[in-house]
């Protein structure tokens, strides 16, 4: 069964920042485009960052220049680094893996940026 699995969330400063991993069980992950999306309180979910397999990324405009999404298929596994972190990034952000057959979410990784 394949499963995905966040880490990496936690408090942090207005300007710090974190990296956040996913790992993916099971043998999709290579043929997966990979996805982070996050959801505030009372607002929907929305995409942060996306990967495909060949490597090619698009990100919400308001993570542009800050957020780099990346990914290594010998460990199975995307990343998120955050930098420059500001208060409106708190959310819960879930790592997404999407191809034929599959459309898998994890359950998510606490981010707060406060002082």
């Known amino acids: 069964q394949v499963q995905l699995v966040e880490s990496g969330g936690g408090l942090v400063q207005p300007g710090g920042s974190l990296r956040l991993s996913c790992v993916v069980s099971?043998?999709?992950?290579?043929?997966?485009?990979m996805g982070w999306y996050r959801q505030a309180p009372g607002k929907a979910r929305e995409l942060v960052a996306a990967i495909t397999t060949g490597g090619s990324r698009n990100y919400a405009d308001s993570v542009k220049g800050r957020f780099t999404i990346s990914r290594d298929n010998a460990k199975n596994t995307a990343y998120l680094q955050m930098d420059s972190l500001k208060s409106e990034d708190t959310a819960v952000y879930y790592c997404?893996?999407?191809?034929?057959?599959?459309?898998?979410w994890g359950q998510g990784t606490q981010v707060t940026v406060s002082p």
């Open positions: 997404n893996a999407k191809t034929f057959g599959y459309d898998i």
């Open positions: 099971g043998s999709i992950f290579s043929r997966s485009a």
